[in-house]
């Protein structure tokens, strides 16, 4: 990582510190990825989002990815090394737009975006499904006569819904697990961002740590220790350990 990126990503992460996840999001994007602004990422579909922070991770710590589950009939820690490509699905693979003909009904649907699941964040499950509808469903016809997506059979959401997810299979990754030791298999949603802010989290940490205790050895400023390079931060540090380890007795 460069010393120019450290600083913009510092940044980045104190900004989003204090916001929710939905946020979060779009303040790591806006800033690892400037060719877009914050309002064109709050316009592309959930997926694409996804696929970009799995980017973004695979940049930043490379594109191993380890984790723990635990299974839910035992107990039992699960240890998960895979690969960021195994959970990538190509963007090819994804559309905008879907069409939905059932019931009797003929329906134009586009993919949610973080837009929309900022605007149906605060209110109840229900609510929030029913919105995210209104929102997405940009054309209803019930035999030619156009009518509103509040007024659609639940059944018909149901299959809106699944066809939304088979529209943007990025927005929603499954891990299938099996425990070794009592057989359960149950499949985990992959949540990137959390798994990307915690590493993040835990970089920023180090970094601070890092400028803490050069500028008290040296007196230099912030900046400029975050002008350096990892490496040249990393020889500093090293000199104040050898420094400041004890002798070897005799």
Same mark, same amino acid.
């Given at each position: 990582?460069?010393?120019?990126?450290?600083?913009t990503?510092?940044?980045?992460?104190?900004?989003?510190?204090?916001?929710?996840?939905?946020?979060?999001?779009?303040?790591?994007?806006?800033?690892?990825?400037?060719?877009?602004?914050?309002?064109?990422?709050?316009?592309?579909?959930?997926?694409? !989002?996804?696929?970009?922070?799995? /980017? *973004?991770?695979? @940049?930043?710590?490379?594109?191993? +990815?380890?984790?723990?589950?635990? %299974? $839910?009939?035992?107990g039992?820690?699960?240890?998960?090394?895979?690969?960021?490509?195994?959970?990538?699905?190509?963007?090819?693979?994804?559309?905008?737009?879907?069409?939905?003909?059932?019931?009797?009904?003929?329906?134009r649907?586009?993919?949610p975006?973080?837009?929309?699941?900022?605007?149906?964040?605060?209110?109840?499950?229900?609510?929030?499904?029913?919105?995210l509808?209104?929102?997405?469903?940009?054309?209803?016809?019930?035999?030619?006569?156009?009518?509103?997506?509040?007024?659609?059979?639940?059944?018909? !959401?149901?299959?809106?819904?699944? /066809? *939304?997810?088979? @529209?943007?299979?990025?927005?929603? +990754?499954?891990?299938?697990?099996? %425990? $070794?030791a009592?057989?359960?298999?149950?499949?985990?949603?992959f949540?990137?961002?959390?798994?990307?802010?915690?590493?993040?989290?835990?970089?920023?940490?180090?970094?601070?740590?890092?400028?803490?205790?050069?500028?008290?050895?040296?007196?230099?400023s912030?900046?400029?220790?975050l002008?350096?390079?990892?490496?040249?931060?990393?020889?500093?540090?090293?000199?104040?350990?050898a420094?400041?380890?004890?002798?070897?007795?005799?």
């Amino acid at each position: 990582m460069s010393a120019e990126h450290a600083g913009t990503l510092l940044a980045a992460w104190e900004a989003a510190a204090a916001q929710p996840p939905l946020q979060r999001a779009l303040t790591l994007l806006a800033a690892a990825r400037p060719e877009r602004s914050h309002d064109d990422w709050l316009h592309v579909s959930i997926g694409e !989002r996804d696929r970009q922070l799995l /980017a *973004l991770r695979a @940049a930043l710590f490379g594109p191993r +990815i380890d984790a723990l589950a635990d %299974c $839910p009939r035992c107990g039992e820690q699960l240890e998960l090394d895979f690969d960021a490509g195994q959970i990538t699905v190509p963007a090819s693979a994804a559309r905008s737009e879907v069409t939905v003909e059932a019931h009797g009904y003929r329906l134009r649907c586009r993919t949610p975006d973080s837009a929309d699941l900022l605007a149906a964040a605060a209110l109840p499950d229900d609510a929030a499904r029913a919105l995210l509808l209104e929102r997405c469903v940009t054309q209803a016809l019930k035999e030619g006569t156009a009518v509103a997506p509040s007024a659609l059979p639940a059944a018909l !959401r149901t299959e809106v819904e699944r /066809a *939304l997810a088979g @529209a943007d299979p990025q927005a929603e +990754i499954g891990i299938a697990l099996a %425990c $070794p030791a009592c057989a359960h298999e149950w499949t985990i949603e992959f949540d990137v961002l959390a798994y990307l802010w915690s590493e993040l989290d835990e970089w920023a940490g180090r970094l601070l740590r890092d400028v803490h205790e050069l500028a008290s050895a040296y007196g230099w400023s912030e900046r400029d220790i975050l002008g350096m390079s990892a490496a040249r931060r990393g020889w500093y540090l090293d000199m104040l350990a050898a420094t400041h380890a004890p002798a070897a007795p005799f």
